[in-house]
């Protein structure tokens, strides 16, 4: 019996981990800027293969063009995912990685990087509103949690590589080498992983369906958790909503309030901002440890703190982590602020010259244990099988377009403000964060679909044959 119940995991969890190389790809398209930037900006026709420096205006069209690309991606992808499924659509909008890393590695004309990355920016944004869903569409109740982790760890393995490698390579070296990861997807995933069941459901395939389930569990008895998924799933034919009713579900509406604003928190912590302005922070910190030797030490901190979250979130919870991951965010970032101010009116800081790193550090292991990736398995978590994409797909907008007005209007309230005065702000934020995780965020931990659901829409949940455990 033990090794019939440990069967199931590995391909399981070697499904999350084959979907999860595009997660590489989205991370690293978002980060790719800050090494690449320096390299196009460079006199130096051996490094820049366009010949000359771009200019400042050139510059923030290729840093900032993908995340409207996102925010298209994003909308459009809802659409397909309902009429092809998941797997599909994940398919479709992979390959755009593999063939415009190959245009970036021969590209010598400025146009080539405006468009490249604006469809990059598509690709990105449509993934990152179905693979969440996906992911947790094949999980189990007792492993949900970890496994939408991973979507975490793979993006922190993204930036990690950004960090690490993007500096010591040329940019024609690097789009090549971030053709792998889609690669891997491609070998892993399309000939091996099925189609989500809760799709072919919903599509009246049941036996498709049925198959689909046992291939995931790799248990041919999965008659009990098949009739829990095909209760939910006629539940939400029945209740079938268009974008003009959207609201009129009362699971739905705290499920979307849940997820934008834990989305709008994510990015409003700055996490956007300190990724793409990670050296110049540290440079204008004056801290004694290279700003390069610095992010790739940060780096590798978010590897470790993304992967010891994965062992936490379904023994401590959601809503305990994302609690915590919104204090140790604020205090770090009050730390920080309160350092570059004291440091504009010239106080001596010899004493606590590791201040800028160490909150750097602990900003980026509470952000991990929580922010990073709960509010994305959330999102394949709080929605009913009829509304799921299309409620990812305006949740992952909203976090794109309050990183593009974060990213945006930074250099302005930098110069407003300052630097501390900017973090003071991303901290206060991280205060308001806490307060709406303790008010309005539930407990998914160990719960299925259907008791999510419930208790969203103010359900008793007093039957306990409604609650269908897939473990």
């Known amino acids: 019996m033990e090794s019939e119940r440990l069967r199931p995991n590995f391909f399981l969890y ?40 771009i200019t400042s205006f050139e510059e923030s069209i290729i840093a900032s063009i993908c995340i409207l690309g996102a925010v298209i991606g994003t909308t459009v992808s809802a659409m397909i995912a309902e009429k092809l499924g998941r797997k599909r659509t994940l398919i479709i909008f992979s390959t755009p990685f593999f063939f415009c890393y190959l245009i970036i590695a021969n590209a010598s004309a400025v146009s080539v990087f405006y468009v490249t990355r604006l469809i990059l920016g598509f690709a990105s944004g449509s993934v990152l509103s179905l693979l969440p869903s996906y992911v947790g569409e094949i999980s189990e109740n007792s492993n ?17 590589l950004v960090f690490a490698v993007g500096p010591l390579v040329s940019i024609k070296t690097f789009a090549y080498m971030l053709m792998v990861p889609v690669s891997l997807f491609f070998v892993t995933f399309i000939p091996f992983i099925p189609e989500s069941p809760y799709y072919f459901l919903s599509k009246n395939n049941i036996k498709e369906a049925e198959d689909s389930l046992k291939k995931i569990r790799c248990n041919g008895n999965v008659e009990k958790e098949f009739l829990g998924l095909q209760d939910i799933v ?27 604003g834990l989305l709008f928190f994510q990015q409003s912590l700055g996490i956007g901002v300190i990724l793409t302005y990670l050296q110049p922070i540290l440079e204008a910190s004056g801290n004694a440890v290279p700003s390069n030797v610095a992010s790739l030490l940060i780096g590798i901190i978010q590897v470790i703190s993304c992967t010891a979250a994965s062992f936490v979130v379904d023994s401590l919870g959601r809503k305990i982590l994302l609690h915590v991951s919104s204090v140790g965010c604020s205090i770090s970032l009050f730390a920080l602020g309160t350092y570059f101010i004291l440091n504009e009116n010239n106080y001596n800081l010899e004493s606590v010259f590791w201040l800028p790193l160490a909150s750097l550090i602990i900003y980026y292991t509470c952000f991990n244990f929580g922010y990073a990736t709960i ?9 009913s099988i009829n509304v799921k994409s299309l409620c990812a797909s305006i949740a992952s907008s909203v976090c794109l377009i309050v990183s593009f007005l974060v990213t945006l209007l930074f250099p302005l309230l930098r ?38 659901q419930n208790e969203l829409s103010g359900k008793q949940k007093n039957n306990s044959k409604d609650a269908y455990d897939c473990s």
């Open 14 to 53: 070697w499904s999350v981990l084959a979907v999860n190389f595009l997660s590489i790809n989205t991370a690293s398209m978002f980060s790719w800027a800050s090494p690449s930037l320096g390299k196009l900006m460079s006199n130096d026709t051996d490094i820049n293969p366009l010949g000359r420096p």
């Open 144 to 160: 949900r949690g970890t496994l939408g982790s991973v979507f975490g760890i793979m993006n922190s393995l993204g930036h990690f």
């Open 234 to 260: 006629k539940e939400a034919k029945d209740n079938k909503v268009t974008l003009k009713d959207l609201f009129s579900s009362a699971a739905t509406k705290k499920g979307l309030l849940v997820c934008c």
């Open 375 to 383: 509010p994305w398995s959330l999102c394949g978590e709080l929605f």
């Open 415 to 452: 110069d407003a403000f300052g630097m501390g005065g900017v973090f003071c702000v991303f901290g206060a934020l991280g205060v308001l964060a806490s307060i709406f995780v303790i008010l309005l965020v539930p407990e998914t931990k160990g719960k299925s679909f259907q008791e999510i």
